[in-house]
């Protein structure tokens, strides 16, 4: 599974999570994670969205 593919792939859950009504304490930490995430996957090169498989 590639980089970015393990980053959305837990974005998604994390997402889920938030859908679910968590308390303020764990809605923070989810959305700080959400923050790295996404900071995470601005900084990807173009050439690790595609073909990079990690071991």
């Excluded at 998604?12 to 989810?30: H, M, Y």
């Excluded at 923050?35 to 595609?50: C, K, M, N, Y």
Aim: charged share 35%; aromatic share 0%.
């Amino acid at each position: 599974m590639s980089t970015v593919a393990k980053l959305l792939a837990r974005k998604e859950r994390l997402l889920a999570q938030l859908e679910s009504d968590p308390g303020p304490n764990e809605r923070e930490e989810i959305e700080r994670q959400l923050a790295r995430i996404d900071t995470a996957l601005s900084l990807l090169e173009p050439g690790d969205a595609v073909g990079r498989v990690d071991q």
